[in-house]
């Protein structure tokens, strides 16, 4: 009889932090949360880490650690290539060296918005797909390309950056530098600040701007249909790059899609791809659970307890 194997797998992001104690048949044994607070640094960021782990340590004998972390990874050291201010300071951290040296257990390291990715091929949406592209629509807009059976990367760990696409020549101010990109226009953030660049009465969040759209203020359901029409431009451009056999839909903004999703759909629906072939849209199904399920699947194939 063999045992199952168990994975600590862990998703770091901008906010909060999970860790969840994984055996390979998909239950989660326990999970952990904490807030990311980028002002502390990353050593106390680190710190936080190995509280979890150790917790996660005292139920069960792990196999493998696997981390999903915001920024460009290079996925062959396990260090981060390039993290922006959302974790100041986190650039060049080697998050696999020294979670090895610490733990003295094999340790995988991948982008968070990739890992979601294979949380929803594993458990989720993208289940069964060897061509999917899966977007993370929240505070930012990430991720993860799947194309013949392989997640690219890139020579310098930046493929499937859809967030920084140009989407607008010359338009909003991005904080990559860039002008125009798609996360100044598909984002949460981006709702909220090109409302208020519209409006006499300022919003300070998301919630807001869709407690608005919930009540029909013209304003911002004119802001909203900017939106559909933007992410229906990415998701065409997405078609003709990559062509999926579905493109995932998920992040904080799927939530919302009682508020857009069928416009989205009848615009995708209507494009002249569907004179080719009919372009499949389909929400994520993990939600927040997808970084620790997509870290737990990375794990469990860098042990090879599955294919």
Sequence with gaps: MRFLKHVIAIDIGGTKTIGSLFSEDKTILK???????????PEKLLESLYSVIDELLKIEKADCISVGSAGRIDIKTGEVFYASDNIPGWTGVKIKELLEERYHLPTVVENDCKVAGYG???????????????IALGTGVGAAIKTEGKMIHGAHWSAGELGHIILHPGGRQCNCGLQGCVEQYCSGTALVKIYNDLAENR???GYQFFELVQKKEQLALQVLDGFVNDLYDLCMTICNSYDPEAIIIGGGLVDTREYWWDKLLAKVEASPLAALYQPRIIPASLKNKAGIYGAAYLGFMTIGAIE
């Design 31 to 41: 999970e952990i949360r904490f807030p990311t607070n980028p002002k502390l640094g």
């Design 120 to 134: 929803e091929e594993w458990n989720g949406s993208a289940q069964g797909l060897e061509n999917y592209v899966c």
């Design 203 to 205: 919003i300070e969040t």
